[in-house]
């Protein structure tokens, strides 16, 4: 099993960064793609970004382009999302995610992922 806990998350002003954390343990070895879902309040769950486990690839939503980044360090088990340049409708719950395949398509999917963390909150105040 693996377990994924989340950080990072908080109250910022548009125009703001953060930088969110997901720490992995238990079975990690086995992990390929990790990545970010977020759920808007009263919206449905949306990919946000992914990266393969030795970081040469990564996808981002096009919402996200230019302004998030997404990284990992195998060695801590953990994935980084920087968020630069905050708007109000980023505001929502973060969630990490990992999967054991190795099949690079569907990504942008939910259902790809075997493992979720709880999630952490992201409000950015206009």
């Known amino acids: 099993q693996v377990q994924l806990v989340e950080s990072g998350g908080g109250l910022v002003q548009a125009g703001g960064s953060l930088r969110l954390s997901c720490a992995a343990s238990?079975?990690?070895?086995?992990?390929?793609?990790m990545g970010w879902f977020r759920q808007p309040p009263g919206k449905e769950r949306e990919f946000v970004a992914v990266?393969?486990?030795?970081?040469?690839?990564?996808n981002y939503a096009d919402s996200v382009k230019g302004r998030f980044t997404i990284s990992r360090d195998n060695a801590k088990n953990t994935v980084y999302l920087q968020i630069n340049n905050l708007k109000p409708e980023d505001t929502a719950v973060y969630y990490c995610v990992a999967c054991l395949r190795s099949d690079s398509r569907f990504l942008s999917l939910g259902g790809a992922y075997e493992y979720w963390g709880q999630g952490t909150q992201v409000t950015v105040s206009s």
């Open positions: 238990g079975r990690t070895s086995s992990l390929t793609y």
């Open positions: 990266i393969s486990r030795s970081a040469g690839s990564t």
